[in-house]
C-alpha cells in the first residue's frame, strides 16, 4: 500500500470512529467551541512533564498572594518604642496606637520595636511561632537606588514607577526594564518541569496538571515560556457547563481526531489534555474532599476561598503526580485613596483593616489547613508530616503607600513591607527562617534619606533578591538563577536567608 | 419659422460683435527697454524720533476662582473647568505621546517633567486653565493640586477636588 494510501486508510478509520462513537456529527463545532469558552484552554502539553532529567523526590509549593491596588504596608507592620512617634507625627490620622499594635519580639535586633495591625493576631502569631517572617521595603528597582541617585536622576529606574499596571508587571516579571514576556514563576517552571517526575514519557504516571496553577485568572506572574498556567476556579477545574460523561467523551473524541494540518492536530491535543486534566483535577479533590472539615475555617470571600482551593489541590498533590507547585491567588481594594481608616479616623475599621484582617485570617487558616493535611495520616496519599514543611506562602503588591496621610488614606508609595509564611516553625528545620525581620526598616521620615521627597520609600532591598531566595529553596540552582532573574548580579544580596536551602 | 431664424441670426451678430475676437489676434506690445541705472542720492538722516515705548504683550489677569458651592455653579463655569480637565488630559497625552508614556511621581514631579524636566527635554505649555503654586504643583481653577491617579503608563485618572477643595468628595471632577 502506497504512503497516500496509508494515510487515506488512517483517515477512514478515523472517520469511521468518529462516526461509531458520536453518531451524530452535527453537534461537533457546537460542542468544541463551548469547551474553547469554557476551558479558556490555559494548561500546556508541554508543562505536563515531557521533558529529561531526574525527577524531584520531596514535593514543594510557593504560593503567591499578591494584594492589588497597593498595600499600605506601613500599617501592616508598625513601628513600636522610640519610633512610634515620628509614625504617628507624619500618619496623623492613619495612625494606629502603639497600646494596640499586636507586638512581636524578633529573634533578631535592627534596634527597632514592632507589632502587627491589630487586626493581625493570626500574624502574629505565626511570627511567635517561626512560621513568618517579614521583609522590609522591598521593591522593584533596575539598579541598588540612593536617595540622592534618584533624585539627580543617576541611575535607571523602572519605567513608570507609581503606575498601578506597571508595577503589576515589574513585580510579577521581576525584569522591568525588558517587555513583559514572563514571569518569574513562570520562568522558575520552564527550568524545572522536566524534573517534576522521573516517568516523564509515561503518560500514566507523568503530572497531570501544569506546573503553575492559578486560582485568580490570568496573570504574568506565571507565564513561561513553554509552561502556561492552569487556571482553577474556588469550586474546582471548570468544567463543560452542562455536561455528562458522554459529552466529554464525544468532545473528546472529537479533540483526538487526526488532522492533516500538524497546528490543527496540536490543538487538538491542548483541548483534550485540558479536559483530562480538568476531570483528574476534580476526581482528586473529590477524593479529599470526602469527610473533610478544616480545623480552622477560612475567612468567607475570595482570598479564603481561593486559599482553600489551593489547600485542597495540596491535599490531592500525590493523585496528580506533581512534585512542584506554583500556586498564585490575590486580593484586589488595596488601592485605598480614601477610607482607609473607619468612621472617625478609627484604627480598627474601614477599608484597610478589612482587608488586613481578612489576610492574616486567610494566611493563618492556610497555614493550619496544611499542617492538618499533613498530620492526616489516615487518608492514603493525602498526609505526610513533611509537608508540613514544604508549603511556602508569600505576599506581593502593586508597590506600597505614601507614608503622611493624604487626609483620608495614602497615596501610590514603591518600596513596601511584605510577608514570607511556612514551614514547621522548628529553628533548626523549618523552610522560612521565621521569627525574623529581613531587610532595612526606612527611617521614619518625610525627605529622609529613604524618601523620594513625600514619603515614597526608595527599596532598599530588591524584587530580585526576594524572588530569587524562594526560587532557590523551590529547586533552582545557583547556576540558573541568573536565567530566571537576568539583573540578580546587580544586587548584593541573591539570598536574603529567610529560607532554609 | 422665418423669423425664429432670423432673430438666432442676429443673436449670433450681436455675440460677434461684443466678443471680437480679431482683436485677441493683435500681438502684444515689445518690452520696454530697460531703463537706465539712476544715481542712488543719499537719503537725509530721519530727524531722531523719541523711542516707542517697547510692546508687552498683556496677559488677561487670572479668571477668578469658580464659586465654592457646586450647587451655584453656572454653566460657564462648569465648562471652564470642563475646559481645564480636558487642556491637562492633552498636555498629558502629547507628553505621553512624545516619551512613551505618561509623566510620573508626585504633582510636582509631573508638572515638573511637562515643563521640561524630562528625558528629551520637552517643554509643554502650561495647560490652559490650570496654575502652578509655589510648590511647583499643577493646580485646577480652583488653586489646588490636581491629583494624578497612574494607573498605566498611557491612562492617567486626572481628579479635581471642586469647589471644596477637598479631595475624594461628592464634588470632585473626574476624568
Redesign the interface.
Known sequence: MSTIDQDRARLLRSRRDFLRTIGGAAMGSAVISTTLRDFRLINSALAQGNGVGGAFTDYKALVCIFLNGGNDANNLIIPKGAQHANYAAIRQNLTIPESLALAITPLNNDGNQYGFHPVCPQLQSLFQAGKLATLFNVGPLLFPTSRVQYQKKLVALP????????QVTHWQTSIPDQPPRTGWGGRVADYLHPYQNELLQDPVSRAKIALCTSISGANTFEVGNSVQQFHVSTSGAVTLSGTSTAREAVVRNIAKLSQSNLQADAYGDVIDNAIAAGATLNSALTDTQTGWTWNTPFPSGSLGDQLKMVARIIAGRNKLQVKRQIFFVSAGGYDT??SQMGAGDDALTGTHAGLLGTLSQAIGAFQAAIEQIAADTTKPGVGDPALANSVVGFTTSDFGRTFPT????SD?GWGSHHLIFGGNGNPTTGAVIGKKTYGTFPVLQVNGPDD???GRWIPTTSVDEYSATMAKWFGVDAAHLPVVFPNLGRFANPDLGFMRV | MKVLAGTIAALLLLGLVLWRPWEDATPPPAPAPPAPPTKATPKPPAPELPPEPAVTPVEPPPAPPPGNDLSKLTKEDIQRIRDAVDNVELTLRDYAVALNGNPVGTNAEITAALLGDNAKQLKLDIPAGSTINAAGELCDPWGTAWFFHQLSAKKMELRSAGPDRKIYTDDDFVR
Request: charged share 5%; no cysteine.
Open positions: 519605567p513608570q514607577l507609581f503606575s498601578h499596571s506597571d485613596h480614601t493624604n487626609g483620608q488614606g501610590h523620594t521627597s513625600t
